[in-house]
């Protein structure tokens, strides 16, 4: 029980809106976004369209494009730990990682 506790108390903590940010910033977050999905997510998920990734785990865009809790969902979905992802994503990064897809999400 405890443990659901906390992680609901996290998925709120991220799903908090983020400060209004100017274009440029947004394109920062969007851009350091795509760099840790690369370095995180590439293996398993694939990044772009043009990538096909191994039959490991759902690819990325489509995780984007089917996210029916939104930002929100994004936020807490990436903030679980599951594995092979050894690494533990800061909020920072989880944040930049869900602008990413959320950029990804309305090109497509």
Not at 58 to 79: I, M
Request: hydrophobic share 45%; net charge positive.
């Amino acid at each position: 029980m405890r443990k659901g506790l906390l992680i609901a108390a996290a998925a709120v903590a991220l799903a908090a809106p983020v400060a209004a940010q100017t274009p440029d910033e947004r394109a920062g977050r969007v851009e350091a976004g795509l760099g840790l999905a690369v370095r995180y997510c590439d293996v398993c998920h694939g990044v772009e369209r043009s990538l096909n990734p191994p039959d490991l785990a759902p690819p990325l865009l489509g995780l984007a494009q089917h996210a029916d809790g939104g930002k929100a969902w994004l936020r807490a979905w990436l903030a679980a730990p599951h594995p092979p992802l050894k690494a533990t994503l800061s909020p920072r990064q989880v944040d930049e990682i869900a602008a990413y897809l959320t950029a990804l999400r309305s090109r497509n």
